[in-house]
């Protein structure tokens, strides 16, 4: 029977252990031995966390879900926690990471999965997908947990989806990281043109990239962001308001390194990355 494990007991990791748990053993971990609370509809569930530095055992299939920040820290453990034949999914967001795990059987998933963790209590918003490129372990894995409500989607276009996803956070998650606001700061026509123009830079390096995006990629993501609820937050908005370190690295930072390589101007990306970098500085 495969072996399932969880790494990040948070947001996103929760909602998988949680839906994996409903078919198959699955192990969650975290920093340390806790309980958490998943809050799912109308639902509370209490889900065991083991200590990732206690471990001994090994497994089939890892999802990966701690922030990017915390990537390299985990890699010992992970390690120690794989054979020859485990799969890795990397359910983060943002671009580069995966290189951190060239020595495993790695993949990184554009992740569908919207929550929200304070302390100990889990709250999930909506969706619970993962998009994955081809592959037919990868099909396999997702075929085993086809009966539960985690979608596993083993698409043809998974690098259209996370360059989509890459572009969806590169606006969204800039001005609300940086204004120290919630969505509703669209509201304002400078914000919402301010984003557009973000956007665009971030279409150009993604064609440069190979891409096959036109300009009504950058409306079809501001029609998402006009979906938004006002309050909403982003990872990276939130992230700001704890005064603990942003994924900016692999999203703007990713974009800006693509950006030069390709010999492309961008100056409001360098204005953000340069704000970005700052908010970092000796934090
Ligand atoms: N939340 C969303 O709606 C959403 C949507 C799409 C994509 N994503 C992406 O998904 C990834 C995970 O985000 P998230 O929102 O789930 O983050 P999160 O709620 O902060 O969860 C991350 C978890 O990782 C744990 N962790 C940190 N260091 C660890 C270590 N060394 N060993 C074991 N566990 C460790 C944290 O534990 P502590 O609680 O003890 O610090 C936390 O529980 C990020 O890349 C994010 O951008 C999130």
């Not at 909602?15 to 509809?41: D, M, P, T, Y």
């Not at 979608?151 to 998974?158: C, F, G, I």
């Not at 990629?217 to 938004?228: G, L, N």
């Not at 703007?252 to 704000?275: F, M, N, S």
Request: hydrophobic share 45%; glycine share 6%.
């Amino acid at each position: 029977m495969t072996q399932y494990a969880v790494i990040g007991p948070g947001a996103v990791g929760t909602v998988i252990a949680h839906e994996i748990s409903k078919v198959a053993a699955v192990k969650l971990f975290g920093r340390r031995e806790q309980q958490v609370v998943l809050n799912s509809g109308s639902n509370d569930y209490k889900i065991n966390v083991s200590s990732l530095l206690l471990n001994s055992d090994t497994f089939d299939v890892i999802f990966v879900a701690v922030k990017v920040t915390k990537l390299a820290s985990i890699l010992p453990a992970l390690q120690a926690m794989s054979h020859d034949n485990t799969v890795i999914i990397l359910c983060q967001n943002g671009m580069g990471q995966l290189d951190m795990l060239h020595e495993f059987n790695a993949v990184q998933a554009v992740v569908y999965i919207s929550g929200q963790k304070t302390d100990d209590y889990v709250r999930h918003f909506q969706d619970k997908k993962l998009i994955l490129p081809v592959n037919q372990e990868l099909q396999r894995i997702s075929q085993r947990l086809d009966a539960t409500k985690l979608e596993l989607v083993v698409s043809p276009d998974y690098e259209a989806a996370l360059w989509f996803k890459l572009l969806v956070n590169l606006g969204i998650n800039t001005v609300t990281a940086l204004t120290k606001n919630t969505a509703h700061v669209l509201e304002l026509p400078e914000v919402m043109q301010l984003t557009e123009q973000l956007l665009q830079e971030g279409l150009r390096i993604a064609r440069a990239e190979g891409l096959d995006f036109t300009a009504q990629t950058v409306q079809d993501i501001i029609a998402i962001y006009r979906t938004y609820a006002g309050d909403m937050g982003t990872s990276m908005y939130y992230d700001t308001l704890a005064g603990v370190l942003l994924e900016y690295d692999y999203i703007q930072g990713e974009l800006q390194r693509l950006a030069r390589k390709h010999q492309l101007t961008t100056p409001l990306l360098d204005v953000c990355c340069t704000l970005l970098t700052g908010y970092q500085y000796k934090r």
